[in-house]
């Protein structure tokens, strides 16, 4: 066996890391089953690929096993991208046509089944002490660097407008977990360039430079690693998505009626301030629009062409106007911060807070300092 070193600890570590979470993840009970058994792919698909960290003190010889392993790269991504569909959106289902996403992994195979998978014992002992100077080194380095930045964009376009649509249509405070979604994204983007900056060393710079740029990167993965696990246990709900039929605002062609327009909004801040349907921390346009008897996109239209606002900032001003009062109220001065942001409909102390600055430049304690 040869001699143990740091990656090689650090893989074992994350290795088991990624596993436990998958199997807590697949194990768990919720309506987002789907999601649950995608997500848990994916760690495991990132298991199995820093079992390459550590390989050398497993296996003596080069065997197909290895790289069959490695092979199995090629499925991160589209995984990645259809956990990020059946999050975003509540009504994903697996289809046959999402087959095509396994393309990629065929022909990764298909390019090292000549003389990796039919080569002799030998052969690939010869293969392996040369791989980074063949071409099908080339290729998988080349093909998964672009299947990482071609994906990745795909999941930043996709999160957007799901954003949006969600704004737009819902006024629930589990926007966060959006925020969340961009900020896995965007760490296994930068995950991903600082993968291609090692690969780019391994072939065209100085052994020296190589190692830095490998262990700069195997303590990044640990790092994400662990603040994945954080996340999860901070957020163990496993999103609310929105429905994928919903459309944009921006999607309806409608003939402006100034004097229509006008009367609909009377009644609409009418009805807000006399019913104070914000105060529900669920609250949805399609709810909104069944109390006061309107059109789902006829409301959407009002409030995001005519307001200015989507849904959920629309909702937020009244939510954040209410706490204002209670803030100014002297017989409620014993009211905290948490009580008053459940009062008003929120249910999160951060957004909570993000939103109460937006609005008035100030924190909640800060304003009622000041009143």
């Not at 990645?80 to 095509?100: A, E, G, P, R, T």
């Not at 459309?247 to 104070?276: C, G, R, W, Y």
Request: glycine fraction near 2%; proline fraction near 3%; charged fraction near 15%.
């Amino acid at each position: 066996m040869e001699h143990v070193t740091f990656t090689n600890i650090i893989g074992i570590v994350i290795t088991f890391i990624l596993v436990l979470l998958a199997f807590f993840v697949f194990s768990v009970v919720s309506n987002n089953k789907i999601s649950n058994k995608l997500f848990a792919t994916f760690l495991l698909l990132n298991a199995i690929e820093f079992t390459g960290f550590y390989t050398s003190l497993l296996f003596n010889e080069p065997n197909n096993f290895l790289v069959a392993s490695r092979e199995f790269s090629y499925l991160q991504m589209p995984v990645l991208f259809l956990y990020i569909l059946s999050v975003c959106y509540s009504d994903f289902k697996l289809q046959w046509k999402h087959l095509w996403h396994i393309i990629p992994y065929l022909i990764g195979n298909l390019v090292m089944f000549p003389r990796f998978y039919l080569g002799s014992l030998a052969q690939k002992k010869d293969l392996f002490n040369n791989f980074n100077s063949l071409f099908e080194s080339y290729f998988a380095h080349t093909a998964l660097h672009l299947q990482s930045i071609i994906y990745l964009t795909a999941c930043f376009i996709v999160l957007k407008r799901a954003k949006k649509i969600f704004k737009e249509n819902y006024s629930s405070n589990t926007i966060a977990t959006y925020n969340w979604l961009f900020q896995l994204i965007l760490f296994t983007a930068v995950l991903y360039g600082f993968a291609i900056v090692k690969n780019g060393l391994k072939f065209f710079g100085t052994p020296a430079f190589f190692e830095i740029s490998h262990n700069v990167i195997v303590i990044s993965v640990l790092i994400f690693v662990c603040w994945y696990v954080l996340k999860a246990l901070k957020y163990p709900q496993l999103f609310s998505g929105v429905n994928s039929k919903i459309k944009l605002t921006t999607d309806f062609v409608q003939k402006p009626n100034k004097k229509q327009n006008k009367k609909e909004i009377e009644q609409l801040s009418t009805f807000m301030a006399a019913h104070k349907p914000y105060l529900n921390p669920s609250l949805t346009l399609r709810n909104l629009a069944e109390e006061i008897k309107m059109n789902p996109r006829e409301l959407s239209v009002l409030i995001n062409q005519n307001l200015n606002q989507h849904f959920f900032d629309f909702v937020n001003g009244y939510r954040i106007e209410e706490a204002k009062s209670i803030l100014k109220n002297p017989a409620k001065k014993e009211f905290t911060v948490l009580e008053i942001l459940y009062e008003v409909g929120f249910n999160s102390k951060s957004s909570f807070n993000t939103a109460f600055k937006k609005y008035t430049g100030l924190t909640p304690t800060q304003f009622r300092k000041n009143k």
